[in-house]
């Protein structure tokens, strides 16, 4: 079993659609928690820290369940350049690197 | 964006080779990690750096080795390339290894072996 399970799409959706992904992770011992955005053949840049207060930045809102281990991501009045995917990210207790979903594509329609 | 340069962008090379892959950052992190990404694999971690000469392995560390001379360059090397070598590697760069501080990319370098 993966450390960190999305489902791979895609998500196909038209402009102004709000959309949703879920990703579950399987230790519980992470501690930290991402969402990054990747476009084709680029590199992933950060899309925003996933709190367990859970936190919103404009058309983006991040949510942690700790009891049920999983974190989501809602899109909410899509663009055409929000269509990338997008990677689910924790981090564990006491490592230093990253543990990477192997990303959800999201293709946003006129 | 951050700093960061990874040479060469991409590579052609046959099985049995070696390969160095280089990057560089202008940030003056302490923590340099050197990650590859496959299909249906997401991105898995070689080995990362915690300061000038100090490494350590990640979960994909076979066949590969590091070295870190100055802050700045980090260099990974295949040994004798295979074909499941193919990939694209990223370098990420981060100021601490804690809690939630932030990794940065770089562009990534695709590699095939033939």
């Known amino acids: 079993r993966k450390e960190v399970e999305q489902d791979p799409g895609p998500f196909n959706v038209p402009e102004g659609a709000t959309v949703a992904f879920n990703c579950t992770y399987s230790?519980?011992?992470?501690?930290?928690f991402f969402w990054y955005r990747q476009d084709c053949r680029k590199e992933p840049k950060l899309l925003m820290s996933v709190y367990s207060s859970g936190n919103e930045d404009g058309r983006f809102t991040a949510q942690l369940n700790r009891a049920s281990q999983y974190i989501s991501l809602l899109i909410r009045d899509s663009k055409l350049s929000d269509s990338a995917t997008y990677l689910c990210v924790v981090k564990r207790t006491g490592r230093r690197a990253l543990t990477f979903g192997s990303g959800t594509r999201l293709q946003v329609q006129p | 964006d951050a700093g960061i340069t990874q040479s060469p962008r991409h590579k052609v090379t046959e099985t049995g080779t070696p390969v160095t892959l280089r990057c560089h950052q202008t940030e003056n992190h302490r923590y340099m990690y050197w990650y590859r990404q496959d299909p249906g694999h997401g991105l898995r971690l070689i080995h990362y750096?915690?300061?000038?000469?100090?490494?350590d392995k990640g979960e994909v560390s076979d066949g590969y080795s590091v070295s870190r001379s100055k802050t700045e360059d980090f260099l990974l090397t295949l040994e004798s390339a295979t074909s499941s070598q193919t990939s694209v590697y990223f370098c990420?760069?981060?100021?601490?290894?804690?809690?939630?501080?932030?990794?940065?990319f770089g562009p990534g370098t695709r590699l095939t072996v033939l």
């Open positions: 230790n519980s011992a992470s501690q930290s």
């Open positions: 750096s915690y300061g000038v000469k100090d490494t």
């Open positions: 990420a760069i981060s100021e601490t290894g804690q809690g939630y501080n932030e990794q940065f």
